[in-house]
C-alpha cells in the first residue's frame, strides 16, 4: 500500500516507535529511522528492516529537543528519499515528580522533545505534502493527552498539547490530500513504562510480573499492555485510503482506560 512512500519515525530505535516503522515498513514504505541506542545495533536494526521487507532505509540521530538537528534530519529525508510522505512523531520522555519539586529542567526537555519536535517536524513536512497532495501525519499522543494523572504534569502537559497541535494542523489541512491523527496508548510495555515497573517492584517489594498486574490494574481495565505491533496496526489504517476523511482524532488505544 505504501510502496514508493517513505515514512519517517522519531524514537524509532526502539518501542512504539520501532514497531510502527516496522508495520509501515511491511506496507512497502522506504523508513527514516531515528533515535539513540548504540551505533551498532542501530545500524543492523536499520539494514534488517531493509532487507526483511525489501524497503530503503536509513537513519538520522537528531536529538530531538534542538530545532537545528530536526532540520537537518527532515533535509536529509529530502535528499535521500525526495521528502516525507508519512510523519510519526514518537520521541518521548518522561520524569515523575510532584509540580512543586518538578526539576525546571526537566520540564523543558519534555515540553521539547515531546511537543516542540513535532511543530518543528510538522511545519518541515507540511509544503512537500501539500506540493503531492498526499501526506499522513501521526502523532502518538497518550491516553495522557485525555485525562491527567498526579506526578505526570510535563508528560500530560506535552500530550493534552500534542492533540491540539493534531486538530490544528487536520483543520488546516481538511481540503487536501493531507491527514492528521494522533494515537493515544495505554499502557504499552516500553522501556519508559518498564521502568515504572522496576521502580514499584522495588518500592513495594514485588517481583516483576506482581508489579507489571499491580500497574495495570490501576489504570487499564484489560489488565493487558497494548503492543507495539497493534499500534503499527492503526498506523497503516491512517495511511489507508479508507482514512482518508479520518481527520484530527485523538484515537485512544488503552484497554478502557479512558472510559472509565
Not at 536499520?46 to 526483511?52: M, Q, R
Amino acid at each position: 500500500m505504501l510502496s514508493g512512500k517513505t515514512a519517517l519515525v522519531t524514537g524509532s530505535t526502539s518501542g512504539i516507535g520501532l514497531g510502527i516503522a516496522r508495520s509501515l515498513a511491511e506496507q512497502g514504505a522506504n523508513i527514516v529511522f531515528n533515535g539513540f541506542g548504540d551505533a551498532q545495533q542501530i545500524e543492523k536494526l536499520y539494514t534488517d528492516t531493509g532487507a526483511e521487507f525489501g524497503v530503503q532505509t536509513a537513519y538520522h540521530n537528531a536529538d530531538m529537543s534542538r530545532p537545528e538537528e530536526i532540520e537537518a534530519m527532515m533535509a536529509y529525508a529530502l535528499e535521500k528519499f525526495g521528502g516525507v510522505d508519512v510523519l510519526v512523531n514518537n520521541a518521548g520522555i518522561q520524569h515523575v515528580a510532584a509540580i512543586e519539586d518538578f526539576p525546571t529542567e526537566k520540564w523543558d526537555a519534555i515540553i521539547a522533545i515531546n511537543l516542540s519536535s513535532a511543530f518543528h517536524t510538522t511545519r518541515l513536512a507540511l509544503p512537500g505534502m501539500k506540493q503531492k497532495n498526499w501526506g499522513r501525519i501521526i502523532n502518538l499522543a497518550s491516553v495522557h493527552g485525555l485525562v491527567g494523572s498526579s506526578q505526570k504534569s510535563a508528560y500530560v502537559a506535552a500530550k493534552h498539547g500534542l492533540v491540539g497541535l493534531t486538530k490544528v494542523t487536520a483543520l488546516e489541512t481538511a481540503q487536501t490530500g493531507v491527514t492528521a491523527n494522533a494515537i493515544c496508548p495505554g499502557f504499552v510495555l516500553t522501556p519508559l513504562v518498564q521502568k515504572q515497573v522496576d521502580d514499584r517492584a522495588a518500592r513495594e517489594g514485588l517481583d516483576n510480573d506482581a508489579a507489571r498486574k499491580a500497574l495495570l490494574s490501576e489504570k487499564q481495565p484489560s489488565g493487558e499492555f497494548v503492543t507495539p505491533e497493534e499500534l503499527g496496526a492503526l498506523a497503516v489504517f491512517f495511511c489507508s485510503p479508507a482514512a482518508d476523511q479520518v481527520r484530527g482524532v485523538a484515537w485512544n488505544m488503552d484497554g478502557g482506560w479512558a472510559a472509565q
